[in-house]
């Protein structure tokens, strides 16, 4: 009997391959490297095997056989049972369904800004763009790499969903950016860092003159 668990995002990737067709975990591992998923989820042959070991304890996995080739270490077969695609169809109704805030970085960062030179703001929100046009075109030529393949596109959506928040990211820090060049966004400079007390030396602290 399967045991309740939650499902990590590596777990989730790892249902939803074994959804398609029995596979070893070296062959899940190329073929989510292959559908560039490991922007989505940390993955590296060790977790993923750790990940099955995993889903097969609590009943969501189970092996269907062993193979060896050459002097190769012999690699198990695993298949998703019916509760592992219970436990995926729930995981991705929530995931699809419920918006979860997942504290990212850049917009904690963003409102604490002000803390900052509008001259500091603005270099550092250039670099950013160029990092995200760099990122974007990243994924532009991940996406014309799986077209050329001839895999369904329902296997990555997800690239066109990342180049659409890239795109939109890069947008609106060109619009801050204009802002700030033109003054229309007001920004006061932060404070002075106060100077520095003069260091009095130990030996001197309690002696009179």
Do not use: C
């Amino acid at each position: 009997m399967a045991k309740a668990v939650e499902l990590t995002p590596l777990g989730v990737a790892s249902l939803a391959l074994l959804a398609e067709e029995p596979m070893h975990p070296y062959e899940m591992y190329q073929l989510l490297m292959a559908r560039h998923e490991d922007r989505l989820v940390k993955v590296r042959p060790g977790t993923l095997y750790h990940a099955m070991g995993r889903l097969e304890e609590n009943g969501l996995v189970e092996a269907t056989g062993t193979e060896r080739e050459g002097n190769r270490p012999e690699r198990t077969t695993y298949r998703i049972t019916d509760a592992g695609h219970e436990a995926l169809d729930a995981r991705l109704q929530a995931m699809l369904s419920t918006p979860v805030n997942e504290y990212p970085q850049f917009p904690h960062a963003i409102a604490e800004a002000h803390h900052l030179p509008r001259g500091v703001v603005m270099d550092l929100l250039e670099q950013r763009v160029v990092a995200l046009v760099a990122d974007l075109d990243f994924l532009i030529r991940a996406e014309a790499a799986v077209t050329a393949k001839s895999l369904e596109r329902k296997f990555w959506i997800d690239i066109t969903y990342q180049q659409a928040m890239r795109r939109t990211e890069i947008a609106w820090i060109r619009d801050l950016l204009q802002e700030l060049g033109t003054g229309h966004l007001p920004w006061d400079e932060p404070r002075p860092t106060p100077p520095e007390l003069p260091h009095t030396p130990k030996e001197s602290l309690g002696k009179r003159s």
